[in-house]
């Protein structure tokens, strides 16, 4: 069940699309184009139950290296306290 507003800021949620970023192993998988409910204040995205499903069924084949993805530059950097 989607929220009628964001849960953080109040905002109002809006049909859109976003990305999901996450970690499998020592990988990042960025998953591009993903349809959401995504609020206009802050920017939190919330997927219904079948895009989660759909989202899963990605992560778990990251997961066991099922995936096959392309190259994607992208930097790290090191939060030094």
Same mark, same amino acid.
Request: aromatic share 6%; hydrophobic share 40%; net charge negative.
């Given at each position: $069940?989607?929220? @009628? *507003?964001? !849960? =953080?800021?109040?905002?109002?949620?809006?049909? /859109?699309?976003? &990305? =999901?970023i996450?970690r499998?192993?020592? &990988?990042?998988?960025?998953?591009?184009?993903?349809?959401? =409910?995504?609020?206009?204040?802050?920017? &939190?995205?919330? =997927?219904? $139950?079948?895009? !989660?499903?759909?989202?899963? @069924?990605? $992560?778990?084949?990251?997961? *066991? /290296?099922?995936?096959?993805?392309?190259?994607?530059?992208? /930097? &790290?950097?090191?939060?030094?306290?």
């Amino acid at each position: $069940m989607i929220p @009628d *507003q964001c !849960s =953080f800021c109040r905002g109002k949620l809006v049909k /859109g699309k976003t &990305e =999901f970023i996450a970690r499998a192993g020592h &990988e990042v998988v960025v998953i591009k184009d993903v349809p959401a =409910f995504v609020c206009e204040e802050c920017g &939190e995205a919330y =997927f219904d $139950m079948e895009i !989660s499903r759909k989202i899963d @069924d990605i $992560m778990r084949d990251a997961h *066991q /290296g099922k995936l096959c993805v392309r190259p994607l530059a992208a /930097g &790290e950097v090191e939060l030094k306290v």
